[in-house]
């Protein structure tokens, strides 16, 4: 038997036994969440100013959303699309190292698509893979990592998204699933210099695409952030407590879905903030990374996402309301599933099945004997798992 | 001779076989059309297209709960999607050096092989030929709509024929219907039925 059912059934009756009450003080936090939003909406230089004594003086790795010029009520309606319009969407996918397979190689796959606003012709995709092998499976610090591999991956979707921009009509609108912020090594790890490589190299894609005035947008589906709220929580402890902000999580449990859920009607934007966060120093100026709210759901039912994007797209009205247009008119596509169409598409374009896998394994593994190379073999684990199932005697 | 390409084999068995082809392949065959593949020995088998699927997948489900979709989305659907369009054929007949035979194929035809849609020579050669044996191998298709796939068959033969110049075959083919049928009231009464429905003027034909 693979799962005991009967101790989950225990623990699941215990974990329905305690909902109501955590239902309960969560609704609570909640409310409390909310009435802090409005009594600090426009006191942004006093949050402002708090956050930076709190990163200076006791958490440099405070992690929380910056208020910038709109108070933290604010709404803004849907824009009118633009008259025209190139829209480019990426997606990525990568086959891991897998010691346990019969030959040792990594496979980056990354999908764009791309179509023009208001043209009838079809969106053009665009894949491209990268096979790593040989010495390309180690870094200074050992061999390949899964975390090194989507850093690559993401660094490839933004590559291919700059090379597309760079050949498509103006203005250009793209984005890619996920936070803009890539995420890496820490210092002291074996992969911060891997980490520190890639990230300068991603940051001049990012120029690029600035220097093409190219919308950027990186999108956060059903977001459980909650940089806004810990904003709120920063406000709300006293300047005495400071030192323990660390520990202090009074609204722990709300996110910022929560506080904008309600707040946001259909189409609308919530207002643009700053990343305060340890890794959003190495991005700046026109480069540094901010955030915004934008509800893609129906009238009736809400659907939250979080836009993040850098700040010469914020910097820019015409730019940043094209971005809520578009991407708002790409979840509407969908209907009833609020999600940006490029970027299903993308991610149909660039996902790599376990059948596709399995046909690269085998292209190797025949490309190795023909040329009389000796390749491995499957683990004695794996082969166990590959065998088949019971069979049944049929006469 | 001018060849048609409509699509490439997906499945295939003695009596019939699946093609498979891009939504913008689709704008030729039609249901009862006559197509053809080739075999690497030279035979030519021939088939009748009996039914037409587009298959949904989970975007496209999708899609259908919007307000209007766009027509840049319906495109990228209809041309890059691997949108799954089959058609089923049913097994009708071959050509072996030269010689139409109206039997069951020697072999099926292989996957990925082209299938094309037979033009107006080919159409009357293979149906022209011989005194309409393949008839036996539709009307034993239990399953099918035999009296609508004989009405589009014969409607497409006979324009066929009367571009060559031949204005007696539909005659003759329904009166082979009438023979074959003869113990089969229920079936003959539909075939009729829908048969005068596609070409009211058979009624008129001398000789019928």
Not at chain 1, 53 to 82: I, Y
Not at chain 1, 182 to 209: H, T
């Amino acid at each position: 038997m693979a799962l005991d059912f009967q101790q989950v059934r225990e623990q699941v009756r215990q974990l329905g036994e305690n909902a109501p009450q955590r239902e309960q003080r969560l609704k609570e936090l909640r409310d409390q969440a909310h009435e802090l939003l409005q009594q600090n909406a426009h006191d942004l230089d006093r949050l402002r100013a708090k956050v930076q004594r709190v990163v200076q003086q006791h958490d440099p790795s405070l992690r929380c959303a910056l208020p910038v010029q709109e108070p933290l009520t604010a709404h803004f309606a849907l824009p009118a699309l633009p008259e025209r319009a190139t829209i480019l969407a990426a997606d990525g996918s990568q086959i891991g190292l897998d010691r346990h397979a019969e030959t040792d190689y990594c496979l980056i796959n990354v999908g764009a698509i791309q179509m023009r606003l208001a043209s009838p012709e079809p969106p053009k995709p665009t894949v491209s893979c990268r096979l790593l092998y040989d010495e390309q499976l180690y870094t200074p610090s050992g061999t390949i990592t899964d975390a090194t591999l989507a850093l690559m991956r993401d660094l490839n979707e933004r590559t291919i998204l700059a090379r597309l921009a760079a050949q498509a009509e103006p203005p250009v609108v793209t984005f890619t699933d996920g936070p803009m912020e890539l995420w890496g090594g820490k210092d002291g790890d074996g992969e911060a210099s891997e980490f520190q490589k890639s990230l300068q190299e991603y940051l001049g894609v990012l120029a690029q695409l600035c220097d093409l005035q190219a919308a950027t947008a990186g999108y956060v589906d059903k977001p459980g952030a909650n940089l806004v709220v810990r904003l709120l929580e920063v406000g709300l402890v006293p300047e005495a407590e400071l030192a323990e902000i660390r520990r202090r999580r009074p609204l722990r449990g709300v996110t910022d879905a929560d506080l904008y859920r309600e707040l946001l009607g259909s189409g609308e934007r919530s207002p643009v903030y700053a990343l305060q966060s340890q890794s959003a120093r190495n991005y700046t100026q026109a480069l540094a990374l901010h955030f915004f709210y934008l509800n893609v759901g129906r009238p009736g039912k809400p659907w939250l996402a979080r836009v993040e994007v850098p700040a010469w797209v914020v910097d820019s009205r015409e730019m940043l309301d094209g971005l809520h247009a578009v991407l708002v008119s790409q979840c509407r596509t969908m209907g009833s599933r609020p999600y940006p169409y490029l970027l299903h598409r993308a991610h149909e374009t660039a996902v790599v099945s376990l059948q596709e896998k399995e046909q690269v394994t085998q292209m190797i593994a025949l490309e190795l004997r023909r040329r009389g190379v000796q390749i491995g073999e499957v683990s004695q684990k794996q082969a166990m798992k590959q065998t088949a199932g019971r069979t049944s005697y049929k006469g | 001779m001018r060849t048609i390409e409509i699509g490439r084999l997906l499945r295939a068995g003695t009596s019939g076989f699946v093609v498979g082809c891009r939504v913008s392949q689709l704008n030729t065959p039609s249901f009862g059309s006559l197509v053809s593949v080739s075999l690497e020995d030279g035979c030519q088998i021939y088939g009748l297209i009996h039914d037409i699927r587009i298959d949904d997948d989970g975007l496209v489900r999708q899609l259908i709960t919007a307000e209007g979709v766009d027509e840049a989305i319906i495109a990228d659907n209809r041309v890059n999607r691997n949108v799954p369009l089959e058609m089923s054929v049913l097994a009708v007949g071959y050509r072996q050096n030269g010689k139409v035979s109206h039997l069951l194929p020697p072999r099926p035809p292989l996957c990925l092989d082209v299938i094309y849609l037979c033009d107006d020579e080919e159409l009357c050669g293979f149906t022209g030929s011989g005194r309409y044996g393949y008839f036996r191998h539709i009307l034993r298709a239990a399953e099918l709509p035999v009296g609508e796939l004989l009405a589009a068959h014969l409607l497409q033969a006979q324009a066929a024929h009367q571009r060559a110049g031949d204005y007696e075959w539909a005659i003759s083919a329904t009166k082979e219907l009438i023979v074959l049928l003869r113990d089969d009231y229920p079936t003959l009464m539909t075939a009729i039925s829908t048969l005068g429905d596609a070409i009211p003027e058979i009624w008129d034909m001398k000789g019928l």
